[in-house]
């Protein structure tokens, strides 16, 4: 009898514990929710006066860790009670994570999280609560200093929850050495049928291919020709656009050069980086960010790059295209959303802190206002001494939309998988319906018939 | 002095308690999880939504019957080299140790290199490819075919695994005694008469432990087309465990990865059964 009743007690004992650990955890979590939901006002009144001094996280990579290193320190100097502790991890670990901290209602996240563009909507549609109303914050009073694409982007129905951070403006980056070798100018390209012929003329003299392409697993060329024609995986209602006459314009392209053996076929980032490098493509179609890329990796190759627009599909047609960008997001569960927002405002709309960026770390704004540093009209060494940025940032007023909705990354799996039908032999016609098919399958999204 | 009763329950909480929070809790509510539509943090329980959905999935069946091709090619073809390469090795008087480490080292690769040198390697105008080339051959569209994308995760899971099950034969052959094999020669038998009438009928238990190990490993392989080909060409080396890691972690479709995960969970149970039965495991 005795004995039993020890047992007995123990296990409560145990029980209180550990339910005690749960109730605490449980506590603690709900009572910073409230606190920064119902009276973001008061936390920050409270900051305002005391000055406490307040740390925030974030989560970065790459190049952009040092971008917001150097830009705290700038904060600092008006500022000097807010600290920042950026945490280096991988892009794709971002989001794992992120994702596994949203669903798990916020738990563990840092106060400032950078998400690239085409991931935002998909975040906001998994996680409508997931994310801090940056409109409710004062973010709208910043909203003209940024191009249309990049607000479209940034914001869902008419409410921010991204503040733009960098854009990737497109451009063919190629080598002067390589066109020349072949005697055609770069000048004279201005459709793709010119690109096309210039390509067989630069494979026939030189035995080089016209760009790189990770045919099997990637569609980067592909969406920067729909998004330089205007259309994407789906319109602005979210309804899927893969039959549009412009789509499949934009993939008959692309089997072109597959076709006439083009296209070099390379194995995802690492297979780019090493044919720019090695000079087996004349060209790389990317965003302006690529820069950052060429000058650190094929440095031997100074003074031989040049940089032209994406040709058009018709003579005059538009030019202008986006490929990658991110943005800065803060999530709902932060516990100094309004120190976080304050800093990152700054951040989004100071000229110096986004010069200094793009200087240093080849990350190119979004901020209009930037456009005005001399910067953008100085002549790139690199480059030949061609004024690389202002074509980049003259680019950025004319870009497109490009729709991306929270399917996209089922979108984007069905679009490579049309793109491998259609290097394999399919007419790009047939393999894009048949995607359509299954993303609608997928998605129970409309299929937009023409 | 007499221990108290509750005391082994104290040395076993710790256990109990990881095991719990790490183990038993994530199973129990990913089984919740399937029944679950919704995304991210709105979650709603739908019946069997997901299962039914599932039948009507061409996407997982494709995965389905992918898995299942490789599982059949690979496994027996694996399991053979292994044993073959063992009794090779068990013969061997001299240099055992060295082709043994040699043999072993690919399943203690690192992934990424591993990964990063088949990619190189099979490409369009990798060394492969080269070399085929080189003797007169034809290249292979080793990543960009729908079938010789298959045959190149065959390829690299064998030359991953094999040494692994090769090491697991040897110890198994260290108990194989040697006056069976004396006996045989005696009687007239010869190296491949004894490797089929003596090895394989001995080491029985263990090739059933390994062709289980196998089975589950390959029901939930992932890392090389992951690395290799992402599934591709058009979902030609898509397996179940990739579709349920492409469904949970690149569409935040949760519940109907939780689906997917119980379905493995469900074959691995039927398959190792039926091995079971069918290489007689009587004890």
Request: net charge negative; glycine share 8%.
């Amino acid at each position: 009898m005795s004995k039993s009743w020890k047992l007995f007690v123990w296990l409560l004992a145990a029980v209180l514990v550990l339910s005690a650990c749960g109730g605490g955890g449980k506590s603690s979590s709900s009572g910073a929710s409230g606190g920064s939901s119902s009276s973001s006002s008061s936390s920050s009144s409270s900051s305002g006066d005391a000055q406490d001094p307040v740390e925030l996280t974030a989560w970065a990579w790459n190049v952009n860790v040092g971008a917001l290193n150097e830009a705290i320190a700038m904060y600092q100097k008006d500022h000097p009670h807010v600290s920042l502790k950026v945490e280096d991890i991988g892009r794709l670990d971002v989001y794992d994570k992120l994702s596994t901290g949203l669903a798990a209602g916020g738990a563990g996240l840092p106060d400032i999280v950078l998400v690239e563009d085409d991931r935002i909507h998909g975040y906001l549609d998994a996680f409508p609560n997931g994310f801090a109303n940056l409109s409710e914050l004062g973010f709208d009073q910043y909203a003209d200093l940024f191009p249309d694409f990049k607000k479209n982007l940034t914001s869902l129905d008419g409410v921010f929850y991204a503040m733009p951070f960098d854009s990737g403006p497109t451009g063919m980056f190629y080598r002067r050495d390589i066109f020349e070798q072949a005697g055609v100018n770069p000048d004279s390209i201005e459709t793709w049928d010119d690109f096309f012929n210039a390509a067989l003329e630069i494979k026939n003299k030189t035995g080089v291919y016209a760009f790189p392409a990770d045919k099997f697993k990637d569609d980067a060329n592909f969406r920067m020709m729909m998004n330089q024609l205007g259309v994407y995986y789906f319109d602005k209602d979210g309804n899927i656009d893969f039959k549009n006459p412009k789509v499949i314009q934009a993939m008959n392209n692309m089997k072109r050069f597959g076709d006439a053996d083009l296209v070099k076929d390379v194995n995802g980032w690492d297979g780019t980086v090493s044919a720019t490098v090695d000079g087996s493509v004349a060209t790389i179609p990317f965003g302006a960010w690529y820069y950052g890329t060429i000058i650190d990796q094929a440095k031997e190759t100074e003074g031989k790059w040049g940089v032209f627009l994406l040709p058009a599909f018709e003579k005059g047609g538009n030019r202008a295209a986006n490929l990658g960008g991110s943005s800065w997001m803060i999530p709902a569960s932060s516990k100094h959303k309004e120190e976080a927002y304050q800093f990152m405002a700054f951040f989004s709309t100071t000229p110096e802190v986004q010069i200094m960026a793009m200087e240093k770390y080849g990350l190119f704004p979004s901020l209009l206002t930037a456009y005005d540093s001399p910067l953008f009209t100085s002549e790139v060494s690199f480059f030949g001494g061609q004024k690389i940025w202002q074509l980049f940032s003259e680019e950025m007023p004319d870009i497109p939309t490009p729709y991306y909705t929270k399917d996209y990354a089922i979108a984007f799996d069905e679009a490579v998988k049309a793109q491998a039908d259609v290097f394999n032999g399919k007419d790009p016609a047939q393999a894009l319906a048949e995607a359509a098919e299954r993303l609608a399958s997928r998605t129970g999204r409309a299929v937009n018939e023409y | 002095m007499r221990t108290k009763a509750h005391v082994p329950y104290l040395f076993l909480m710790p256990a109990i308690v990881l095991f719990s929070v790490f183990t038993v809790y994530p199973i129990v509510y990913s089984f919740l999880l399937s029944f679950q539509t919704g995304a991210g943090g709105n979650m709603k329980y739908a019946g069997l939504a997901n299962y039914r959905r599932l039948l009507e999935d061409s996407i997982f069946w494709k995965s389905l019957s992918n898995t299942f091709i490789i599982l059949a090619v690979q496994v027996p073809v694996m399991l053979f080299l292994a044993l073959v390469l063992a009794s090779m090795l068990h013969s061997l008087v001299r240099g055992r140790a060295f082709f043994r480490i040699s043999f072993f080292m690919p399943a203690v690769t690192a992934l990424v290199s591993y990964s990063i040198i088949f990619s190189l390697m099979l490409a369009g105008d990798g060394l492969v490819n080269q070399l085929l080339e080189a003797v007169g051959l034809k290249a292979v569209p080793w990543l960009s075919h729908p079938v010789w994308a298959k045959a190149a995760i065959i390829l690299a899971l064998t030359w991953r695994w094999t040494g692994y099950n090769m090491m697991i034969y040897l110890a198994g052959m260290q108990n194989i005694p040697d006056s069976l094999y004396e006996a045989a020669s005696i009687d007239g038998a010869g190296k491949i008469r004894q490797f089929f009438t003596i090895t394989i009928p001995q080491l029985r238990p263990i090739i059933l432990l390994t062709a289980i190990l196998s089975t589950i490993g390959t029901l939930q392989l992932f890392d090389e087309p992951y690395t290799l080909t992402r599934g591709g060409p058009s979902d030609a080396t898509l397996t179940i465990g990739m579709y349920l890691y492409q469904t949970g972690f690149r569409y935040f479709d949760f519940g109907y990865a939780s689906t997917l995960a119980y379905v493995i969970v469900v074959l691995i149970a039927v398959l190792s059964f039926v091995q079971f039965r069918i290489t007689g495991g009587k004890d």
